[in-house]
């Protein structure tokens, strides 16, 4: 069974930086696509970024030039460097993982298939 588990969420002031970290368990995700999504109160869970197996990497407009993803296979471990954070991006932080292995990214939660627990990030203005 896999269980991935964030940590480094916080409460940071608006243009500080923040990493948060996924490790995974069960099994090797090397060659999974390895996600990060966040949900604000009240508002549906969206795509931030994604990596994929050969560590092509993906984000969505809001955090693009601001948040790298990263991966380190050999610690089975996601990260994501989060920089000139916004009051916008306070949410909870979520990690996900796809099952198939080498598969292409998604943007979409339901295409993944571990979750997580997440981790509350809070920007200050």
């Known amino acids: 069974q896999v269980r991935l588990v964030e940590s480094g969420g916080g409460l940071v002031q608006a243009g500080g930086s923040l990493r948060l970290s996924c490790a995974a368990s069960?099994?090797?995700?090397?060659?999974?696509?390895m996600g990060w999504f966040r949900q604000a109160p009240g508002k549906e869970r969206e795509f931030v970024a994604a990596i994929n197996w050969s560590s092509r990497t993906y984000f969505a407009d809001s955090v693009k030039g601001r948040f790298t993803i990263s991966r380190d296979n050999a610690k089975n471990t996601v990260y994501l460097q989060m920089n000139s954070l916004k009051p916008e991006d306070t949410a909870v932080y979520y990690c996900?993982?796809?099952?198939?292995?080498?598969?292409?990214?998604?943007?979409?939660?339901?295409?993944?298939?571990?979750w997580g627990q997440g981790t509350q990030v809070t920007v200050s203005s």
């Open positions: 069960g099994r090797s995700l090397s060659r999974n696509v």
């Open positions: 996900a993982a796809d099952r198939q292995l080498s598969g292409s990214v998604a943007v979409t939660a339901t295409r993944y298939d571990y």
